[in-house]
Nanobody, 127 residues
Framework: QVQLVESGGGLVQAGGSLRLSCAAS??????????MGWFRQAPGKEREFVAA????????YLPNSVKGRFTISRDNAKNTVYLQMNSLKPEDTAVYYC??????????????????WGQGTQVTVSS
């Protein structure tokens, strides 16, 4: 059983920052064997890719909508991936999901690239 548990969401004013964390666990789950990603889903919208990081952390990929504002990182010793979000905008409001991909394709930007995901954490940005 693999568990991905997100934390760090909350309410923040536009222009503010939040740091999301995702702790991974599982008896047979080797964190360093998985690329990790963050997706988000706003009410009434499809889930949207936000960021991905390779197994070693040596490569990252972010779409233009968040590039320059968001940073993804990981600590393989702690089985944790992070999403640092700066200069937040109201349109960043969504539930943010952490996901794990065993596929070697890079970058994993589609939902079907991922094998496991967490329950999500709410991020609300007020104007």
């Amino acid at each position: 059983q693999v568990q991905l548990v997100e934390s760090g969401g909350g309410l923040v004013q536009a222009g503010g920052s939040l740091r999301l964390s995702c702790a991974a666990s599982g008896r047979t789950f080797t964190f360093s064997s998985y690329s990790m990603g963050w997706f988000r889903q706003a009410p009434g919208k499809e889930r949207e890719f936000v960021a991905a990081i390779s197994r070693t952390g040596g490569s990252t990929y972010l779409p233009n909508s968040v590039k320059g504002r968001f940073t993804i990182s990981r600590d393989n010793a702690k089985n944790t991936v992070y999403l640092q979000m700066n200069s937040l905008k109201p349109e960043d409001t969504a539930v943010y999901y952490c996901e794990a991909s065993y596929d070697s394709r890079w970058p994993p930007i589609q939902e079907y690239d991922y094998d496991y995901w967490g329950q999500g954490t709410q991020v609300t940005v007020s104007s």
